[in-house]
C-alpha cells in the first residue's frame, strides 16, 4: 500500500506564506509524477502544481509565480512553496503521485488564508 504524508498546513494572513510539505512511502510503483491539488467545499478538487521526474513543472495559472514546486525523486518527496498568499488559496490542499497510471492521494492539509 501507497501512504502519501502531507505537512506544513495552517493559517496565514493574505501576503503570507507557507510551505506544503508531502513524502510518498510503501509500496511504491514507478513514480512518474507527483504534485499537489486542492479543493474547497462544494467543489471538484482541481491541480495546482506538478512535476515530473524529468524537472518539467506545470502549475494552474491562478497560482503561476506565487507558488513554486520542488521535487526530490530519490526521496520520494514534493514540496510546495507558496507565496504572496490569497484568501482565494484557502482549500484542502491534497499531494498526489502518479505511479504507472494510478493516482494516490495523501489525506490533505488546510490552508486557512485571511484577509
Known amino acids: 500500500q501507497v501512504q502519501l504524508t502531507e505537512s506544513g498546513g495552517g493559517s496565514v494572513q493574505a501576503g503570507g506564506s507557507l510551505r506544503l510539505s508531502c513524502v510518498a512511502s510503501g509500496s511504491m510503483r514507478a513514480v512518474n509524477a507527483m504534485g499537489w491539488y486542492r479543493q474547497t467545499p462544494g467543489n471538484k478538487r482541481e491541480p495546482v502544481a506538478a512535476m515530473t521526474n524529468f524537472g518539467n513543472a506545470r502549475y494552474a495559472e491562478s497560482v503561476e509565480g506565487r507558488f513554486t514546486i520542488f521535487r526530490d525523486v530519490a526521496k520520494n518527496t514534493v514540496d510546495l512553496q507558496m507565496n504572496n498568499l490569497k484568501p482565494e488559496d484557502t482549500a484542502v490542499y491534497y499531494c498526489?503521485?502518479?505511479?504507472?497510471?494510478?493516482?494516490?492521494w495523501g489525506k490533505g492539509t488546510l490552508v486557512t488564508v485571511s484577509s
Open positions: 498526489n503521485s502518479l505511479q504507472e497510471g494510478v493516482d494516490y
